[in-house]
């Protein structure tokens, strides 16, 4: 007998925890994981400012098919709304559509019929750049390239180019010109109304880490190296080798049978090469590289008094001179404010008058290098312009944004498939270490997260279940003869 198999997790995501959940044949005091930060939840994080989502907003098609709305129903964290049948059945194709305005940015609010027909227009486009899956000879290699040739000057650009912005926030990219055609249709929108958690999406992570044996969760643990294929012994014990070390920044280690790795795709391209000893098969570092990995930020501004008409729920705003046809400004100093797309309305009230603004790319990553002060500031005169056209709009009573492309242990937002990558990547980054099926010592590396994810990547429900596929392949390994029977 080889003794209690010890399993290690690094990252306390919605990965990382649902792991844990699903794992058995382990026993008590045999499963550890690791956590960089001083919280659970990673990418899933509110603050209490107005309930700002720092990272997850929505749940992206709440309906029975999606593990997150289910669990957050068992837990009875959402609210009466997305309970409703209605809303699991409806089709939203992806997008969050709320009640909504745009102003120009010289003030003036842009003719709704305008707005609607341009984004009428793009959503048309954006539908029929899923169906070149499998196509040999796709006729642009990248969404935006496809896009822009499809445009013609009768539509207003201005308002395209605030289309394209908002795609790139979705896909957490700095342009739709880095994402590829071909795979684009294999990501997956589930039904549902895209719904928020009331009590904010932390409460998810925290119930989750609250249902595990105490200790099993060590946080502020951030793993420096995983050292894979060895023979390491617990000092005094001889009896007993494992084929991985897991050494961390404060020089702890666990030695373990398995470890489960659901650490971003962000944090793997930056370290993957000295965070794995020996280095990971050239094909997964490969996949690494080219699999895309964007920002996507979010600035919080509450008001003392909302400006905005109660019913409005989200306020857009279009660059009056520009247009998706011609090159982007690469200033940023001069230019970053102008990737932002405008401000949802956080709800309910009760918690706040707050505004969160969105931004994506290379001009997001810029707005992290600023100070408060500065992003405050340079917030305060796009308002004052743009949806307001009112220079004694007061400034907001306080600000706060997520800097996720400076955050040591994410890199970034979320992952997306780069021209140059495809799906394939993603099974590949997915694949358990060694290669070999038949090595004495199996999946001594499994690997997690929602970049593993080949039809959810980008979502919580694709990290929680690339998470419940690793605890299932470790279950097989570990008990094979309970198939998949008596899970949760
Ligand atoms: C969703 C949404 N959403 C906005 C923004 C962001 C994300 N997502 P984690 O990172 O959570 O966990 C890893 C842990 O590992 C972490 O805690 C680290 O600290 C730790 N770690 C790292 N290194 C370590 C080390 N060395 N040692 C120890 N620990 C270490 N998803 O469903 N709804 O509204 C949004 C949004 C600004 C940043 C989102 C949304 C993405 C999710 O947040 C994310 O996927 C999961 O939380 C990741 O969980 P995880 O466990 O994998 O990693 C066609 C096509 C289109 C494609 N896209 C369409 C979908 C749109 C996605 N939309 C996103 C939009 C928003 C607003």
């Not at 643990?221 to 009896?239: C, H, L, P, Y």
Request: charged letters at 20%; glycine letters at 10%; proline letters at 8%.
């Amino acid at each position: 007998a080889r003794g209690v198999r010890q399993v290690v997790v690094v990252g306390a995501g919605l990965a990382g925890l649902g792991a844990v959940q699903r794992l058995r044949g382990t026993d008590s005091g045999s499963v550890r994981l690791l956590e960089a930060a001083s919280h659970p939840g990673g990418r899933v994080r509110t603050r209490p400012f107005g309930l700002a989502e720092m990272g997850a907003h929505w749940i992206h098609g709440p309906s029975p098919g999606n593990p997150v709305f289910c669990l957050a129903t068992r837990y009875g964290l959402l609210g009466p709304e997305a309970a409703r049948e209605e809303n699991q059945r409806a089709e939203a194709g992806g997008h969050p559509s709320l009640p909504s305005i745009t102003y120009g940015s010289s003030g003036r609010a842009l003719s709704p019929q305008a707005v609607r027909e341009a984004h009428d227009l793009f959503d048309t486009l954006l539908a029929s750049a899923r169906d070149f899956r499998g196509a040999e000879k796709p006729p642009a290699p990248s969404v935006g390239q496809y896009v822009r040739t499809e445009i013609t000057r009768r539509v207003p650009l201005a308002i395209l180019a605030t289309c394209l912005k908002l795609e790139c926030c979705i896909s957490g990219t700095h342009s739709m010109d880095l994402v590829a055609l071909e795979p684009f249709g294999e990501y997956i929108s589930l039904p549902g109304l895209d719904c928020t958690f009331p009590g904010g999406y932390s409460r998810l992570p925290e119930r989750m880490l609250s249902t595990l044996p105490e200790g099993t969760v060590l946080l502020n643990k951030a793993v420096r190296t995983i050292q894979w294929q060895g023979s390491f012994r617990e000092e005094g014990d001889n009896a007993r080798d494992y084929p991985v070390r897991v050494e961390c920044e404060d020089g702890d280690t666990f030695l373990a049978d398995h470890v489960i790795v659901t650490v971003p795709l962000g944090f793997l391209k930056e370290r993957h090469q000295d965070f794995f000893q020996p280095p990971l098969p050239e094909r997964k570092a490969e996949a690494i590289r080219r699999l895309g990995f964007g920002t996507n930020n979010k600035i919080f501004l509450e008001f003392e008094q909302p400006f905005w008409e109660p019913q409005q729920q989200l306020i857009e705003v279009v660059w009056e001179n520009e247009s998706p046809l011609e090159k982007p400004s690469t200033d940023l100093k001069a230019n970053w404010f102008k990737k932002l797309i405008g401000f949802v309305v956080l709800q309910p009230p009760e918690h706040g008058h707050v505004l969160c603004g969105f931004i994506a790319g290379k001009e997001s990553e810029y707005m992290e290098t600023l100070s408060d002060a500065e992003v405050l500031s340079t917030m305060t005169h796009v308002l004052q312009s743009a949806p307001t056209g009112n220079p004694l709009l007061p400034t907001p009573r306080s600000m706060l944004r997520s800097q996720w492309h400076s955050t040591p242990y994410t890199r970034g937002s979320y992952s997306y498939v780069a021209v140059g990558s495809s799906g394939d990547d993603i099974d590949i980054l997915a694949q358990p270490l060694p290669e070999d099926p038949k090595d004495p010592r199996p999946l001594q590396l499994l690997f997690a997260g929602e970049a593993t994810h080949r039809t959810f990547y980008s979502t919580t429900h694709g990290a929680l279940l690339s998470g419940w596929r690793e605890a299932e392949r470790l279950n097989q390994l570990l008990e094979p003869s309970r198939g998949s029977e008596g899970q949760k």
